[in-house]
Every structure is written in structure tokens, then in C-alpha cells.
């Protein structure tokens, strides 16, 4: 946990960065992340946008229906799979979580074989595009519906509070989340029950076509924390060490009992929503290309660069490195064939009924 002199305010007007545009240092304390862990940032950034990248071309070739690009969320998601601890912590997703997916471990094969629907994928199949999950580290698959997953989320919580073990559980979402229903109970309760549980909004200012003004009159979403009872950060989330320390403190909060806390992380999405979408018909490209100037990757690039941790030989030789194993991955995703038709028989229940086992056969 950081010292008091260190701890970030939550409340404050202007979000939380700590890498300034041109790279530099900005916070009030010295810096002691092994450089390994900043470079591996920097990796695991880059590693999601390739696979933005290929995933969009899976799906240009028909071979993927749909796709969620993270670009744009990096920074966030990144600093997010640092934060937590893998395999103990439970983590609720959405659908644009994938740079958190691939940096918390998930092989690319899989990520690629559940948007394809391959026998590679170990979900099956069974899911939408983009709608992962892990049973081997704690990670609740993917509900289309959204905010639906956040009270299970919380029960998730309570229920880690009343065995005192020292887990935590994150929960993710876009603004648009937060208008629902299930938001605000989740929210609630969690706070009325100190429930160990840490609340990561990231607001790419749009949900589909909708902008953020239509969504809500508060001026963040972390000051919504003020009714629920708990702190609400404003993060600069396209600012990875920002977003990493304070998700880091949040998180370490809620482990040693102190309760939950929602963290804004302020991001955009330079593509559209997803595949089936067309946000030339709602967005400016002159806002696009502003942000586009505050690119996660860029300012992470300058500040590694100042110390004496970054090329552009490394970044093209890891750009190779991580290119070469993504097509890897994506081959063997491919190449596991279709999943069988049959499979959606599978796990359903214990002992199978005699019309499944029937129209099993009949299949
Ligand atoms: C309850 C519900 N209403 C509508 C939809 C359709 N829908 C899918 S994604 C989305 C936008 C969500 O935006 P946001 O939460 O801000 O996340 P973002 O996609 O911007 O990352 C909507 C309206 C849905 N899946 N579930």
C-alpha cells in the first residue's frame, strides 16, 4: 500500500496522470517499479493492439462474426491484469476487456478459437464473440446484458467477506453501465455491506452512438461513489502508471477490509463500437484524431524512452516477435476445426434427460 504523503485523493476534479504528454514524471514521489514491469506495460499494450488488429481481419475474412476493439483501453485493462492477483482475485469483465484477458495470461490461441468458436476454445464454443472467461483464474465469463454482471459480482464479494478470505473482486464496465438498474443496486448494496470489491468504469465517453452527456448529468462517474459511501477515483486511464496505481491502491484498500471503491478510468475508442458499427455517423474525426494524439502507447513510449528503456529497434523487433506469435496462435485456433454440433448437449445437466439424449442421437 502506498504511504499517506503518497495516497492519490479521490474527489479530485481533473483525473489522476502521473506521465505527462511528452513523457515525463509527473508524480509527487519517486518512482521504484522495476524496469522489467514498466517495459512489460509496454508489451503487453502492444500485444493487445495486434490483436485488435488481427481479430479485425478475422473478421473482414468472415472467419470471426463479430469483434470489440480495445484500442484506445489499453493503458487501463493492462494496468488493471498488474494489479490484480492472478488465480486468487475474482474479475467480472465486459466484452472490451480483451488487452485485460491477453495480459492476465489467457493464451491468444484461446482468445482467438472463442471469437472463432473453434474446439481450441476451452468455453466451447457456447459463448458470443468476445465474451470470455476462465474457470482456471477466476474469470467470470462474459454477460451480454449490460451491468448484469455486477451484482453477481458483489454477491461474489459479500460472500468472500463472510469467509474472511483475502480476495478481492473487480468488476468492469463502460459508462453506459452505469445507467442501469443493476448498477445502482450493485453499487449499493456493496457499499452498505463493505463488500471487498473494487468498481472499474471505463468511460470512452460513448455507448455505441450514445455520448456521455446523454448518459448522465454528473459531471464523472467516481463522483457518483460519494452516494454509495465509498471513494471514487478520477483516472487519466490512458495513462498506464496512473491507472495502475491507483487501481493498485484501490484494490490493496478493499483487501485489508476498508470496503469498495469505484475507479473511473477516462479512455477513448479509436474504432467503432464493434464490427456492426459505423461511428463516422456519430462521432467528429477531428475528436478521434485529438485523441488519438494522447495514444497510451505513445506517451508510454516517451517516458520509457527518457529512461533509457525504449528504441525503435525494441519496439520493432518486439512488434515482429509479438506478430509472429499472434498469427501462431491464431493458425492453431483455426486449425482446431469447428466445433461439433453436438457439444451444446454437453454440462447441462449431470445425468442426461432422455429427449436431450434423443434428440442427440436424432442430431
Ligand atoms: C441491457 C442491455 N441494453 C442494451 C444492450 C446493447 N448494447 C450492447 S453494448 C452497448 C453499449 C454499452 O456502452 P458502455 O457500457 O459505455 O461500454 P463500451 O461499449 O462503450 O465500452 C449497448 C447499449 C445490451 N447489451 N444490454
Known sequence: MLTDSQRFQPFTPK??????????????FALKLPDELLQRFYRDMLASRLLDERLSTLQRLGKVSFIAPAAGHEAAQVALAQAVTVGVDWLFPYYRDSA???????????????????KADPNKGRQMPAHFGSKAINLFAVASPIASHLAP??????S???TGSEQVV?????EGATSEGDFHAAINFAGVQGAPIVFVCQNNRYAISVDYHKQTAAETIAAKAVAYGMPGYL??????LASYFVLHEAIARARAGHGPA???LQVYRYGPHSSADDDARYRPREEVEAWRRRDPLKRLARFLERRGLYSESWESELRAELSEQLAQAAKEAEQAGPVPTDWLFDDVYAEPLPHLVAQRAEL
Open 15 to 28: 483525473p489522476i496522470s502521473l506521465i505527462g504528454e511528452g513523457g515525463e514524471w509527473l508524480a509527487p
Open 100 to 118: 485485460l484477458v491477453l495480459a492476465l495470461g489467457i493464451p491468444a490461441r484461446e482468445i482467438v478459437a472463442q471469437s472463432m468458436a473453434t
Open 153 to 158: 459480482a458483489v454477491g461474489t464479494a459479500i
Open 160 to 162: 468472500i467477506k463472510l
Open 170 to 174: 473487480i468488476a468492469s464496465f463502460g
Open 235 to 240: 483516472v487519466d486511464g490512458m495513462d498506464v
Open 262 to 264: 469505484l475507479v473511473e
